[in-house]
């Protein structure tokens, strides 16, 4: 085993609980999912009901020389055509929500190394945190890093500081423009940027 390998096995603190927190997740999403199923439901049938009302008062008002069976069949087309357009519509809403879990899924946000509460805004020039005052401008004489490698480099600062066990949170620090981790406790130090 390598030093480095052997030096996070005490990261790997959940070994064997794997399967039931994968069980605990799948059923908690099933109950999730049945949720949202039954909530689509209700406003499918809602819409039912308001068609029939509506068609109902304007039978009882304005359609009183009609036959049953066309106003039967307006009923139906009516219905048909306004679940339809509420399908497409909760249908498209669905494929926004699902693109944009996808996009988060596949490019999570990077967490501020200051306050570790709020995304950081990453751009070309810079990293900026919406809660607290952490603001770092990136070196221009290279390229800067994308939202991926800045969200690896820091993971790999704060992992490399809790292997050294210490129970202290190291802070974010800026020095000549150089963006890096320091633990007052501990003295660890990491240059991220």
């Known amino acids: ?15 064997g609980r794997g399967p039931a927190l994968r069980d605990a997740l799948r059923k908690r999403c099933a109950e999730k999912i049945r949720e949202k199923r039954m909530n689509q439901f209700d406003s499918r049938r809602d819409l039912e009901c308001v068609v029939r009302e509506t068609v ?5 008002s304005d359609f009183s020389d009609f036959d049953q069976d066309a106003l039967l069949e307006l009923y139906e087309t ?11 519509d909760i249908q498209k809403i669905e494929e926004e929500r699902l693109a944009a879990d996808v996009e988060e899924f ?28 952490f603001h770092h401008d990136f070196n221009n004489n290279s390229p ?49 940027i």
């Open 144 to 192: 800067p890093p994308t939202q991926s490698e800045l969200r690896r480099l820091l993971s790999e600062g704060f992992l490399t500081h809790e292997a050294t066990e210490c129970g202290t949170q190291p802070r974010a620090v800026q020095h000549n423009g150089r963006l890096g981790l320091y633990c007052d406790d501990c003295g660890f130090e990491t240059v991220i």
């Open 56 to 60: 109902n008062n304007e039978m009882k």
């Open 78 to 88: 009516i219905t048909k055509a306004l679940i339809e357009e509420q399908f497409e």
């Open 106 to 133: 596949l490019n999570p946000p990077v967490y501020c190394p200051s306050c570790m509460r709020s995304p950081l805004t990453v751009d070309q020039q810079s990293a900026t945190c919406k809660k607290c005052h």
């Open 1 to 15: 085993m390598s030093a480095v390998t052997s030096n996070r096995m005490h990261l790997y603190k959940n070994t």
